[in-house]
């Protein structure tokens, strides 16, 4: 999948968790249950207007950058690695950090 198409899908509507599970669902084999949690920060030096942006440390850069907060969990078999959960995240407007947001990826059933 091309990212001009990646980008084209999350443009279409108010992109939700819930819908990036519907996709991936298909991908997962259920007889390996490996999950993965990850954290990263889409850094945004030049951007000061988008309200999920902040200054916040990263691990990468070895220091404060502004970016948009993102956890992600992840389905693996150690070959494949599927997205199936997601949260952006900014302390400023929910009042969440990333291991509250990790903790709603954990335990949020998926039908």
């Avoid at 030049?46 to 993102?70: K, M, P, T, V």
Wanted: aromatic share 12%; with cysteine.
């Amino acid at each position: 999948m091309s990212h001009d198409a990646v980008t084209r899908w999350f443009m279409k509507a108010d992109f939700q968790p819930q819908d990036l599970w519907q996709f991936a669902k298909p991908l997962v084999k259920t007889e390996t249950r490996y999950l993965v949690l990850d954290d990263t920060i889409v850094s945004k030096p030049f951007i000061r207007n988008i309200d999920l942006a902040r200054h916040q440390y990263s691990g990468l850069e070895h220091r404060e950058i502004n970016g948009i907060g993102i956890v992600n969990l992840l389905w693996t078999d150690s070959t494949e690695y599927v997205p199936i959960d997601f949260r952006l995240y900014t302390t400023d407007h929910d009042g969440k950090g990333k291991n509250n947001h990790f903790r709603r990826c954990w335990i949020r059933p998926r039908n």
